[in-house]
């Protein structure tokens, strides 16, 4: 085995480091305190090439692999883990799909637009009581003549009404149950699209996140996305990949939050010395680094797989629930070495620990991802 | 327009400087960066590039890891690289201005483009050196750059503020905080460097021997600061504080 990254991803770390602590890093406490994203953050990522990474320049991307986009999010999250989703539910959700199962026509319109960033992406999946069990979504989509008409709404949306492009999945067939679902490609402003309510959340409080609401929404043919009843398997394979996204993210909080503490324990005194002279503390870091480590080679090796073209749903889905947990971990113990400081505002880590939580519940449970992998091992 | 630019890699500057046994400074799992005021001069010759054609040519003189940087200035769109590894534990201004000429003095170039002076030593000697060995004119300190028909018009930080200068072609000018704001590299860039010619040369490659360049300055030593003193807290009620501090300020540290 070979554990080393290649130049281009070196460099590729490296750029969005410096881009990220530059530019996002000032930004990230307000955006927070808002509840809104900086879309100019959105608007110098795309220049620089971060909202294509993984796919090909014939469509505008950086034609990069998927460990490069791991590497990028993990980069952005280290410092805010807004604009890790943001670019990960447009990479992984929205363009990825697209970019697989797609038309040659429905790529030239919709995957160029969100490779150059010029549009956000977002998916559409999850319903008030279809959360876990997506096979169970309500939203329905009648065809009539040259179109489909859709019914129904959506909860829970990372990146709606910024985003212009939505891939929506409802129900071409209730009978059929999960054989009847399908995937759309629908557009911001078509009329019978509303947003809901915009969801006040406990972290990740710049990412977007509204309800989908579809009122006799009628969409062209066209923007069928796959064939009729094929959406489950694109959820479930969008999923697969979305998965290593979301690790990175949870990655990068783990790894800001960690650095965080390494460098408040070396400074904050306590009986006449820093705190990083008890090793009480140092063993908190010793298994915070540790499990960091961990997590990276995890999240590494699915995205490695998935570049290789190999099985990698069982690897994303360990690298998933490894990573988000010892987000979970690691930002919870940073924010315990800045004591009293750790819990207010003035220091990241509070943030981090309110970022960390979702990792443990989007784009799959953490008791999802534990089925996925039972699943893969028990077949 | 063909501009060439002259960069150097340096340490971090984030990172802690610390000295070896032998009194040499550490360099030891330090991140290296391009030198930020070499970045000022990278991201002018790009701006100047996107304006008047012609091509960017990044010269370096280091060791193999030199490399890192040099890609840096490719994906951020140079088109081709050079590195002259000098195979010496130390140079000095000297040598690297003579390398660097020599490398240089090879290539088609309008405009010779550095950084005023290095993060890390701080001589700020180089890219004047470059010139006088090629026999060019230079300015120094550029907070702005405007090329027309042959000439450029810099302008130059001086004392208590600004210098405007006509200079024509080719001419030497060093790059000073304010020029520009360099970009980041782009993804598609990065995945380019890749591809783009990065010529490794040894000073034999240039026709030049070791005793050419061999330094005429030599490091003796290195030391770090003094760990500055603690503070000192004078105790006791406002008024006799007040006096015990004035007594202190005058008769220790002698500043009153």
């Given at each position: 085995m070979i554990f080393k990254l290649t130049e281009e991803q070196e460099l590729l770390k490296k750029t969005v480091r410096d881009f990220a602590e530059s530019e996002i890093a000032p930004k990230a406490a307000e955006m927070d305190e808002k509840e809104e994203y900086d879309l100019s953050l959105w608007n110098k990522m795309a220049e620089m090439g971060l909202?294509?990474?993984?796919?090909p320049e014939d469509y505008e991307g950086a034609g990069m692999d998927n460990l490069s986009y791991a590497i990028a999010v993990e980069e952005l999250s280290r410092v805010c883990g807004s604009s890790g989703v943001l670019v990960s539910a447009h990479t992984s959700l929205c363009a990825w799909p697209i970019y697989a199962f797609g038309t040659e026509d429905q790529k030239k319109k919709y995957l160029v637009p969100l490779c150059n960033g010029e549009k956000i992406g977002a998916m559409g999946l999850t319903e008030p009581s279809a959360g876990s069990d997506a096979a169970a979504i309500k939203t329905t989509a009648v065809k009539e003549g040259n179109s489909y008409v859709l019914n129904g709404s959506k909860i829970f949306i990372t990146n709606a009404y910024l985003a212009e492009t939505y891939v929506v999945f409802a129900s071409t067939d209730r009978s059929k149950g999960h054989r009847g679902i399908s995937a759309f490609i629908v557009e911001k402003g078509t009329p019978g699209f509303s947003f809901g309510k915009k969801e006040h959340k406990?972290?990740?409080?710049?990412s977007a996140t509204y309800e989908l609401v579809f009122e006799n929404c009628r969409i062209p043919e066209e923007n069928l996305l796959g064939e009729e009843g094929q959406g489950f398997k694109i959820v479930m394979m969008t999923l697969d990949g979305g998965r290593i996204g979301i690790a990175a993210q949870a990655l990068g909080i783990a790894q800001g939050a960690y650095e965080q503490a390494v460098g408040y324990s070396k400074v904050r005194e306590q009986f006449g010395k820093p705190i990083s002279a008890n090793q009480g503390l140092q063993w908190m870091l010793a298994d915070m680094a540790t499990q960091i480590e961990a997590a990276r080679l995890l999240v590494y090796q699915a995205a490695y797989l998935k570049d290789a073209k190999q099985p990698y749903s069982k690897q994303s889905a360990m690298a998933k629930l490894f990573a988000s947990e010892t987000a979970m971990a690691v930002t919870t113990k940073a924010v315990q070495v800045f004591g009293g400081y750790g819990?207010?505002?003035?220091?990241?880590v509070e943030r981090m620990m309110r970022d960390a939580k979702i990792t443990e519940i989007y784009e799959g449970t953490s008791e999802v991802q534990r089925m996925v992998i039972a699943a893969n091992i028990l077949k | 327009m063909n501009i060439v630019v002259c960069m150097k890699q340096t340490f971090d500057t984030e990172a802690k400087i610390a000295l070896d046994a032998n009194g040499k400074i550490n360099k030891q799992g330090v991140s290296l960066i391009m030198n930020p005021y070499c970045e000022f001069a990278v991201e002018e010759a790009l701006r100047i590039k996107e304006k008047h054609g012609g091509e960017v040519t990044v010269v370096s003189v280091g060791g193999p890891e030199a490399q890192d940087a040099l890609r840096q200035a490719l994906a951020m769109g140079a088109d081709k690289a050079v590195l002259v590894d000098p195979g010496m534990e130390e140079v000095d201004e000297f040598a690297t201005a003579t390398i660097l000429a020599k490398a240089i003095s090879g290539m088609q170039y309008d405009i010779i483009l550095g950084g005023f002076?290095?993060?890390?030593?701080?001589?700020?000697?180089v890219a004047g050196r470059v010139a006088e060995i090629l026999g060019l004119p230079v300015v120094n300190v550029v907070v702005k750059l405007d090329i027309e028909g042959g000439k450029a018009v810099a302008t130059k930080e001086i004392e208590g503020g600004s210098q405007v200068l006509e200079v024509s072609l080719p001419a030497v000018f060093t790059a000073q905080k304010g020029l520009n704001e360099p970009r980041y590299p782009s993804m598609k860039g990065i995945m380019q460097a890749k591809k783009k010619p990065m010529d490794k040369k040894t000073l034999a490659d240039l026709g030049l021997d070791a005793a050419q360049v061999a330094p005429k300055v030599k490091v003796l030593s290195y030391f770090l600061p003094s760990a500055r003193a603690a503070g000192k807290i004078i105790p006791g009620e406002p008024a006799d504080a007040a006096r015990d501090l004035v007594k202190a300020l005058r008769e220790e540290a002698k500043v009153i």
């Open positions: 909202t294509g990474i993984p796919y406990m972290g990740i409080r710049a819990y207010t505002r003035e220091y990241p | 002076r290095a993060i890390d030593d701080g001589s700020a000697q």
